[in-house]
C-alpha cells in the first residue's frame, strides 16, 4: 500500500502541464477554448515609440502590436491602432470585423505588467477575439500570458 501511495504522489507531482513558473520566460496562450497554444521562440521590440511582441509555435503564430513603450492597458478592435493577430491556416487580426451584424466586432484587451528596465524583459497578459479578412471566420484566444520575455530596442538608421 505504502508502494502504490508513494507510486501515485510521484505521479501526481509530474502533472502533463506546464506551469508557467518551470518556462521563464514563456509565451502561452488558449485558442478556441480547448487548444493550449506555448510559443516555442519568441521576442518582443520596440521600435518608433511601438512595441511589438510575437510568438511562433507549429501551431500558429500570436503578433501583438501596440503604439506605447509603457506599462499600462491597452485594447484591441477595428478601430483601434493597436493590434493583434493569430495567424494558422488563416489570419485572423483584430483590425477586421465580422460579418453580418454589428454583433461581430473585434475585441481584446493587453495588460502590460511590467517593463523591466534593468533586465531588459517584459511581461503582460492578453486575450482577443479577432476575425480573418473576410469577416467569415474567427478565432477566440483567451488567458494569454508573456512572462519575462527579452526585448529589443531597435533604433531606425535614415
Do not use: R
Request: proline share 2%; glycine share 6%.
Amino acid at each position: 500500500m505504502k508502494k502504490i501511495s508513494l507510486l501515485l504522489l510521484v505521479l501526481f507531482s509530474y502533472n502533463c502541464e506546464d506551469d508557467l513558473s518551470d518556462n521563464i520566460p514563456a509565451f502561452q496562450a488558449i485558442v478556441n477554448g480547448n487548444n493550449h497554444w506555448v510559443a516555442d521562440d519568441f521576442n518582443a521590440t520596440i521600435q518608433n515609440n511601438q512595441l511589438y511582441v510575437n510568438g511562433i509555435s507549429p501551431f500558429g503564430s500570436i503578433s501583438i502590436v501596440v503604439n506605447t513603450n509603457e506599462a499600462n492597458q491597452y485594447d484591441f478592435s477595428s478601430s483601434s491602432q493597436n493590434l493583434a493577430v493569430f495567424q494558422d491556416t488563416l489570419q485572423y487580426s483584430t483590425q477586421n470585423d465580422g460579418i453580418n451584424s454589428i454583433a461581430y466586432l473585434s475585441e481584446g484587451f493587453l495588460d502590460i505588467q511590467d517593463f523591466d528596465n534593468i533586465n531588459s524583459t517584459i511581461s503582460g497578459n492578453f486575450h482577443f477575439d479577432a476575425y480573418n479578412g473576410t469577416g467569415e471566420f474567427t478565432v477566440n484566444i483567451s488567458e494569454g500570458v508573456f512572462y519575462k520575455i527579452p526585448l529589443n530596442y531597435s533604433v531606425d538608421q535614415d
